[in-house]
């Protein structure tokens, strides 16, 4: 899959726990040296609890405040960037529509989503958003305690050339899951256990697909699981499809 090296570049993220606290820091390093217009936008409604600065990027100094504004302000600051953050749960197809569009109708845009959620209900909303796009790249990350994978979807001109996540992992599409504000304090209070490990070698798989992205203007790898355990990473190697550039 070829992608055009010179386009601008916006990149939502939505969750800023456990997987999105690792990738911020390497995706804003990564982007501010590109020579091309790029934006980042987090977007979390949750705040830093004590339990939180066990496994997440996140230090005492920062409990009681909004995730996604510590992520945006420390880094995209760090390295020159503009600051763009949304302190809210993204949970309205129409909210990330609006969000994924292109901010300039002169200019084409590569634009990014990336996934870094902890229920499925959320995955849904992302997956039907992805379908109504006719342009959209969906880097979706899931992990348990010491397993995951990371799924590269991709629509081009009205065209799914790469499966997202749900299509892959189609017990996703399941309702059994909630948003996060439709959880009750009992509910919010017990989570899928994970690790600080699985964490950060889900958010090393996600950015090396933006690198491979944006800075070789290729990837050959369609989706990665990988385990902790065995600190491997097996990469699913891209369907044989006809060559398009973006």
Do not use: W
Not at 71 to 92: D, H, K, N, Q, T
Not at 195 to 212: K, R
């Amino acid at each position: 899959m070829k992608f055009s090296l010179e386009k601008a570049v916006k990149i939502i993220m939505i969750g800023a726990g456990g997987t999105g606290g690792y990738i911020a820091p390497h995706l804003y390093r990564l982007l501010h040296t590109l020579n091309r217009t790029v934006k980042v936008i987090i977007a979390d409604g949750d705040i830093v609890e004590q339990k939180n600065i066990v496994r997440q990027n996140f230090i005492c100094s920062d409990l009681g405040r909004n995730k996604a504004r510590v992520l945006a302000e420390r880094y995209a600051s760090a390295f020159g960037m503009e600051v763009y953050y949304i302190p809210e749960f993204i949970e309205s197809e129409i909210r990330l529509l609006e969000l994924l569009k292109p901010d300039s109708y002169y200019q084409q845009e590569l634009v990014i989503l990336i996934g870094a959620v902890d229920n499925n209900k959320s995955r849904q909303m992302c997956h039907n958003v992805f379908q109504k796009l006719d342009d959209i790249i969906y880097i979706d990350s899931g992990n348990g305690q010491y397993t995951g994978q990371v799924v590269c979807g991709i629509r081009c001109r009205g065209k799914t050339y790469y499966k997202p996540v749900a299509d892959i992992y189609t017990d996703i599409l399941e309702n059994t899951d909630k948003f996060p504000t439709e959880l009750s304090c009992a509910e919010t209070a017990i989570s899928a256990p994970q690790s600080i490990v699985a964490n950060i070698m889900a958010a090393t798989a996600v950015i090396s697909y933006i690198y491979n992205i944006l800075v070789l203007g290729t990837i050959q790898v369609e989706r990665v699981t990988f385990s902790t355990k065995t600190v491997n990473m097996k990469p699913i190697l891209e369907p044989k499809i006809t060559k398009i550039k973006r």
